[in-house]
């Protein structure tokens, strides 16, 4: 059972979840965003997916990669969370 905080809203999760399918590979925010509208029910605005990969990468789910533009990649975290082997931690 995957367990979620209040702050995560559906967008988080799916932005998540198109992550995970794409993992161990990173992706920049258009990828991302075209998959979530190619792949899923829900019709996201790409501003709606940079405001999910921020709070994903805050909370320590996604984080970004090094010397890219704008790349990001799931985290071990991230992954656990998916799995429901872990609780997302809070937003401080």
């Known amino acids: ?11 988080d ?11 161990p590979c990173a992706a920049p925010p258009g990828v991302i965003h075209h ?8 019709s996201l605005v790409k501003e709606t997916v940079n405001n999910s990969l921020r709070r ?7 984080e970004s990669v090094p010397e890219t533009a704008g790349y990001h990649r799931l985290t071990d975290a991230g992954d656990k969370s998916l799995a429901g082997e872990m609780t997302p931690p809070s937003l401080d």
């Open 1 to 11: 059972l995957r367990r979620r905080r209040d702050w995560m809203t559906q967008s």
């Open 13 to 23: 999760e799916t932005v998540l979840e198109i992550l995970a399918t794409l993992a």
């Open 35 to 42: 998959n979530v509208v190619t792949l899923t029910p829900l």
């Open 56 to 62: 994903l990468t805050s909370a320590g789910l996604v």
